[in-house]
């Protein structure tokens, strides 16, 4: 074991099949590229060194990029740069371990002080990495088979059995697992059997500096929305578990009930096709067309971090109606921005949206229930208004820094125990 105390000066993060360099919204790129990136800034910042391991997806990338200062990049070559799906990342997984330890070996014996894997295919290299290096493995699972498969969309794949048994190993090999909310701690002990004593909740967090209240009025006028617009906004990638198609739906059954507000009313899906929705790519552009409201959906590609922000200050409300979500990051930075939200009772979102507070939360996948909440808040100016303050507020306890700070106590924690062990 090479720590002798838990002054952490060196770690090693996982994300094989994503890099946090890339644009969240599309492909595999999501709220974990956001975690990972944000903590890891922060984690410099408190003078401890990260190194990021991700699998290279483009001849372009060079081996190592600095992310920010303290915080490298390091591409790791394994199986084709380009057309590789996530499913077919498991055949790859040796390779992209010979990378990671082939790295840490030309470094002095211990330059790495703890792992932290992100994702079952990061776990399953981090367990490796954990007995090679002599060090704890913390793993964040963001998502797990058991729980989608709970939760299915109409008409998406199960997830395999092999990603079920990979995490199941992951849980028995991890020092630490952090999980989002309690709720998703509840499913690591009942559907994993992780052992209660190793599980910690840290929430994710919001970039407080970057999302925050603005002016609605200008923010329309640079995105080419009227003042007077009702604005749905959906953002995230598109697939079915995030189901999008829902809103598409509410948005139908709001024109049947209230057609004097075809001309006000705006529907923007602001994301890429991701996942299964690879499959169907155009999915959403025929079931507007289908459903007649295709003149009131506006498909916006994923956007930069600013104009992101324009589209949530924009927002009447913004619609989160997810199968399933092991947190929610985009309500948070929703509701950061003074936006609503009207979210799917699952998962962590009932942590990140208050019920009644910051939003509304809505049991099942209903259409013409979403379309009655979504109704609900956007025709009341006063139940707006309200949410809106109290989304500001509950955004706040959500920053970066307090996510970030119970991180490292959680890797100081895992180091702790692993030398008490080592010396036992």
Not at 47 to 60: K, Q, W
Not at 254 to 282: F, T, Y
Not at 343 to 349: N, P, Q, S
Request: hydrophobic residues 45%; contains cysteine; aromatic residues 4%.
């Amino acid at each position: 074991m090479n720590n002798t105390s838990t002054n952490l000066q060196r770690i090693a993060i996982l994300s094989v099949h994503t890099s946090p360099l890339h644009q969240p919204g599309t492909g595999d790129s999501g709220g974990m590229n956001v975690y990972i990136a944000e903590t890891a800034k922060r984690i410099a910042v408190r003078g401890i060194e990260v190194e990021i391991f991700t699998r290279a997806t483009s001849l372009a990338e060079p081996e190592v990029s600095e992310l920010a200062p303290g915080v490298l990049v390091r591409h790791i070559p394994a199986g084709p740069f380009e057309g590789l799906r996530k499913e077919d990342l498991p055949a790859q997984l040796c390779a992209v371990t010979a990378g990671v330890l082939r790295a840490e070996a030309a470094k002095n014996e211990g330059f790495y002080d703890l792992v932290h894997s992100h994702y079952w295919l990061s776990g399953q290299v981090g367990w490796i990495a954990q007995e090679r290096w002599g060090v704890p493995l913390v793993h964040t699972m963001h998502t797990m088979a058991r729980v989608k498969n709970l939760t299915l969309a109409q008409g998406d794949a199960p997830e395999p059995a092999i990603r079920e048994i990979g995490e199941e190993q992951v849980v028995t090999a991890a020092d630490r697992l952090v999980a989002n909310t309690h709720a998703e701690a509840k499913e690591l002990i009942e559907l994993y059997h992780a052992d209660p004593n190793r599980v910690r909740v840290v929430h994710p967090g919001v970039d407080l500096d970057v999302f925050v209240p603005g002016n609605q009025q200008t923010t329309r006028k640079d995105l080419g929305v009227a003042d007077d617009a009702i604005v749905l906004l959906f953002v995230g990638r598109i697939q079915p578990l995030k189901a999008p198609d829902v809103l598409i739906e509410a948005a139908a059954e709001i024109l049947k009930r209230k057609p004097e507000l075809r001309n006000r009313l705006v529907v923007a899906i602001c994301g890429g096709p991701s996942g299964s929705g690879l499959e169907r790519p155009d999915a959403l552009v025929t079931l507007a067309n289908d459903l007649g409201v295709s003149d009131v959906v506006r498909f916006v590609p994923p956007t930069s971090r600013a104009d992101l922000v324009k589209w949530f200050q924009a927002a009447s409300v913004c619609v989160v109606p997810s199968y399933s979500e092991s947190f929610g990051l985009v309500a948070i930075e929703a509701q950061a921005c003074g936006t609503p939200v009207v979210a799917a009772r699952v998962g962590g979102l009932p942590t990140a949206v208050r019920d009644g507070i910051s939003g509304v939360l809505v049991d099942g996948h209903e259409p013409a229930n979403w379309a009655t909440h979504i109704l609900d808040v956007v025709l009341n100016g006063e139940l707006r208004a309200k949410l809106s303050t109290g989304a500001i507020a509950h955004a706040s306890h959500f920053g970066w820094e307090d996510t970030t700070d119970k991180l490292i106590a959680v890797y100081n924690e895992a180091v702790k125990s692993s030398i008490v062990r080592a010396q036992s």
